[in-house]
């Protein structure tokens, strides 16, 4: 079992920045996370930002957040952020830390086609303002 943990959310004005924290505690040991930012806003569907593998460090992210948005892991395995910046008022949501937790090896690649991630946060509200 993996607890997520995130924190970081808040509100700031169009074109501020936030950083996002996701803290994964299990009783297992893992060699690494496969880890997905995701967000939804009031009305519409959930929809992947961006994901970070942490045995390797390979990123992917959605196009709208290419260039502002930031993912990367601490110096354990076992936390990664999210650094936002020139925040949107579109960038507005609930912000959701989800992980697969890897034992050997990943089944699957660790990016935002992947269908399943096994383990979610309690989620963090992002406001941006105009």
């Known amino acids: 079992q993996v607890q997520l943990v995130e924190s970081g959310g808040g509100s700031v004005q169009a074109g501020g920045s936030l950083r996002l924290s996701c803290a994964a505690s299990?009783?297992?040991?893992?060699?690494?996370?496969?880890f997905g930012w995701f967000r939804q806003a009031p009305g519409k569907a959930r929809e992947g930002v961006a994901t970070?593998?942490?045995?390797?460090?390979?990123?992917d992210y959605t196009d709208s957040v290419k260039g502002r948005f930031t993912v990367s892991q601490g110096s354990a395995k076992n936390l990664v952020f999210l650094q936002m910046n020139y925040l949107e008022p579109a960038d507005t949501a609930q912000y959701y830390c989800a992980a697969v937790p890897v034992v050997v090896f990943l089944r699957g690649t660790c990016d935002l086609s992947r269908g399943d991630f096994d383990y979610w946060g309690q989620g963090t509200q992002v406001t941006v303002f105009s």
């Open positions: 970070i593998y942490t045995v390797g460090d390979s990123t």
């Open positions: 299990a009783s297992t040991y893992y060699r690494g996370y496969c």
